[in-house]
């Protein structure tokens, strides 16, 4: 293995050694004492109807469960986020089944999203270029997301869980303060396959787990695939965190991402750094 592959590895926390079991009850116990020790009582989590949102919002709801039985109050806060009506919404509510979260809440994004790229376009319609506005448009919709979520955190003396793991995070592939901003990221560390495994482990359906992932920010261009826009598969990325060889066109790619968003993983640059 190369030496910037392995800094790489060690800098987003991706173990040597895995196992889905272990990985899924030391999770659950993270996400409960940090509910516990920080005295807060919600967690507050978007689901998507993708496999990111459903692992994670089963460790959340295995971790309050929990808690709860200890005598501690708590609540976990399912969130549906659709701008407008999401073509996958069956999915969503396929995985809210499975969830079954204490508390259920929808907020349309659409109006909010929408009302914000109109007055921001009032003054410059000039500065947003057909071809590149959907894009845009689609990094408001994860920040009004965000917005909903902190609301609602904040009116729950709650914690926002955000959904990153090694492999998004690997290739800066989130809005920066959209669904990067979060205060707790129970996925950490783990590769897409490993939290296909932890969802498995958690009594996910394979309809789920192995569905094609999707920011599905894009309203021109629905459910595009993830890989679509990386260039280079998850099989790829995944081999890649785990300190396997890959072709050198996607090792190249790979890097190259890496490198140009290390913005995004950091804190805000200051004259200090
Ligand atoms: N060198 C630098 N130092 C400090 N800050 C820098 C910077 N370069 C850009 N920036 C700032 O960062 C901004 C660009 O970052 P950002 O706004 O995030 O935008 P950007 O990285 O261009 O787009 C977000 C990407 O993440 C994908 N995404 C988003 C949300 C969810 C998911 C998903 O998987 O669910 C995927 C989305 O499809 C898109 O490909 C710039 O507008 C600028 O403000
Ligand atoms: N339509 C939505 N409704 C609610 N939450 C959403 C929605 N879209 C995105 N999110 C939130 O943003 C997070 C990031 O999206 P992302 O696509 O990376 O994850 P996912 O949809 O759960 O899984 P996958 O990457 O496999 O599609 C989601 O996990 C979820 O918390
Ligand atoms: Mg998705």
């Known amino acids: 293995m190369q030496d910037e592959q392995s800094a790489i590895i060690e ?21 409960a004492d940090y509910l516990r020790t ?36 708590c ?17 969503a509510q396929a995985a809210l089944a499975i969830i079954r979260p204490d ?12 009302a914000m790229i109109s007055e921001v376009k009032r003054d410059a319609p000039e500065l947003f270029d057909r071809e590149r506005e959907d894009f845009h448009h689609g990094n408001v919709k994860a920040r009004e997301r965000m917005i909903a979520q902190y609301a609602i955190a904040g009116a729950t ?49 394979d309809s789920l787990i192995f569905k094609v992932p999707t920011a599905d920010l894009e309203t021109n261009a629905p459910l595009r695939p993830d890989e679509d826009a990386y260039g280079v598969t998850y099989d790829q990325i995944d081999d890649f965190l785990e300190g396997k060889p890959v072709d050198e066109t996607a090792r190249d790619r790979i ?15 200051t004259p200090l750094d």
């Open 103 to 114: 508390r259920l809440m929808t907020v349309n994004v659409k109006p909010a999203t929408d």
């Open 157 to 205: 003396h709650g914690i926002v869980i955000g959904t990153d793991h090694a492999a998004e995070a690997l290739m800066g592939f989130f809005t920066k303060f959209g669904d990067g901003a979060s205060d707790i990221l129970p996925l950490a560390g783990l590769n897409k396959r490993r939290v296909r495994a932890v969802a498995k482990v958690l009594g996910a359906p």
């Open 38 to 73: 920080s005295g807060a009582r919600t967690y507050v989590l978007g689901i998507s109807g993708g496999i990111d949102s459903l692992t994670s919002a089963l460790l959340a709801q295995a971790a309050v469960r929990r808690l709860r039985h200890s005598g501690y109050d």
């Open 255 to 269: 890097l190259t991402k890496f490198r140009a968003t290390a913005h995004k993983r950091a804190l805000p640059v």
């Open 11 to 31: 800098e987003l926390g991706v173990a040597a050694q895995f196992d889905a079991v272990t990985e899924a009850e030391r999770r659950t116990v993270f996400l």
């Open 75 to 91: 609540e976990f806060v399912a969130v549906r986020l659709p701008y407008g009506v999401q073509a996958d919404e069956a999915d």
